[in-house]
């Protein structure tokens, strides 16, 4: 027989969101009169821009002509493609030939875990979105969970006591670290000077960054980095993951790209882009390309229109659902409600109180379902995570009832 891959067995939880899906549920069966609204997942809501959806029904009934039909295309991306993400995300930071097209930022972390091995020393951010540390015990770079956490995997508590950014001298040398801004879980936006420190502790140390900005499009303060390539230095030490889904409704659709710098090195001087290369063109076969020609419109001047429409619509939702945790029946708890403003998730706390605890609550007598925070890791108990992605009538109706939530 077949040894089963311990990374596995190692495993201690069921992923997080299908967790949340499952209670969600089995509290529906049993409640069949309950209308349920979810503030769980970051899920999109809203209708995809007529614009972007117009290329793509182009694209796609073009595919059934002799002169539009097109089957595999370049497993990096189509090239006109990634030439725009360059030019409109990374000018003066980066060119076509360092940004790969995907089917996701979560696609690409779980891919990019191939390039290090199992022999990568690993530290995340705490509280942190569950791929990093799930992703790393699969492919064998974490050990078992002690109960404080997965060992091989330094966890970097960021809590309101640090403003959310870690401490770095906890890191030891030639560790891949991935951070996360816009921070999914805690909304928080990391500043220039934080991020120079982040990268120039990470070229002093031989680290690399796996820098994910999937919420990159939700930074509305003009003074915060939207790429990590706005730092000096980075592009000896960080790789980008990124990601249509949230600023162009494309959850379903699926479509990403990461940037791997040329620059780029690994201990014996090899390049990481020509590895990333390897990996996209052996274990990816491109994405979409009915995809493609939606992303390549969602980046023209109606394109980037429309996202930005939507991504404020969301934000104004996150404004309302920060108002409401700041009424008087969550205030007199000692709730403490966070909401940047610059990112799609609202990130509570409540004092002395498990997180599935409330995540139970909360179902039970709002019929609203969030993200326990500690499904983020051990610095997340006592924390819930409410999402900001709904249609607006649903998070008023939510608000309306949290606002009665007798705590
Ligand atoms: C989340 O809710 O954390 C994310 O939306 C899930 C994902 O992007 O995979």
Redesign the pocket.
């Known amino acids: 027989m077949i040894k089963r891959n311990t990374g596995f067995s190692n495993l201690t939880a069921g992923y997080?969101?299908p967790e949340v899906a499952r209670r969600r549920r089995e509290y529906a069966a049993g409640h069949p009169d309950a209308k349920i609204i979810s503030l769980?997942?970051?899920?999109t809501t809203e209708p995809l821009s007529p614009h972007i959806a117009k290329a793509m029904s182009d694209y796609a009934l073009a595919l059934s002509t002799p002169e539009g039909y097109s089957g595999y295309g370049d497993e990096q991306g189509n090239s006109a493609l990634r030439s725009k993400i360059a030019e409109v995300f990374y000018p003066r930071m980066a060119d076509a030939s360092e940004i790969f097209i995907s089917d996701?930022?979560?696609c690409d972390i779980a891919r990019i875990q191939t390039l290090f091995g199992s022999k990568v020393k690993v530290a995340v951010q705490d509280p942190a979105?569950?791929?990093y540390v799930d992703g790393s015990v699969v492919a064998g770079a974490a050990g078992k969970n002690n109960g404080n956490g997965y060992e091989g995997i330094s966890y970097l508590p960021c809590t309101p006591e640090n403003e959310f950014f870690p401490d770095l001298s906890k890191i030891e040398k030639n560790t891949l670290i991935y951070f996360c801004s816009p921070n999914?879980?805690t909304g928080a936006t990391a500043t220039k000077e934080q991020l120079k420190k982040l990268v120039d502790f990470a070229n002093e140390n031989g680290c690399i960054i796996i820098y994910d900005a999937?919420y990159f499009a939700f930074i509305r303060d003009k003074n915060l980095p939207k790429t990590i390539y706005e730092i000096p230095g980075a592009k000896t030490c960080a790789i980008e993951v990124n990601?249509f889904?949230?600023p162009a409704g494309f959850?379903g659709v699926r479509l990403g790209w990461s940037v791997v710098p040329n620059e780029l090195k690994f201990e014996d001087g090899s390049s990481v882009n020509r590895d990333w290369n390897r990996v996209m063109t052996t274990l990816f076969n491109g994405a979409s390309n009915i995809a493609q020609a939606g992303g390549l419109a969602a980046l023209d001047e109606q394109g980037l229109k429309d996202m930005t429409a939507q991504v404020d619509y969301y934000l104004e939702n996150g404004r309302l659902i920060k108002n409401v945790l700041e009424g008087e029946n969550f205030r007199s708890a000692g709730v403490v409600a966070y909401f940047t403003g610059n990112g799609p998730?609202v990130w509570a706390k409540f004092p002395g109180k498990a997180s599935w605890d409330i995540f139970d609550k909360i179902l039970d007598e709002c019929h609203v379902v969030t993200?326990p925070g500690s499904g983020f890791g051990p610095a997340g108990e006592s924390f819930i995570?409410f999402?900001s992605?709904g249609h607006r009538a649903d998070i008023e109706e939510a608000c309306k009832r949290l606002s009665l939530l007798k705590l």
């Open positions: 997080l969101f769980g997942i970051g899920n996701g930022a979560k979105y569950p791929v999914n879980p999937a990601s889904s949230k959850t998730y993200t995570r999402s992605f």
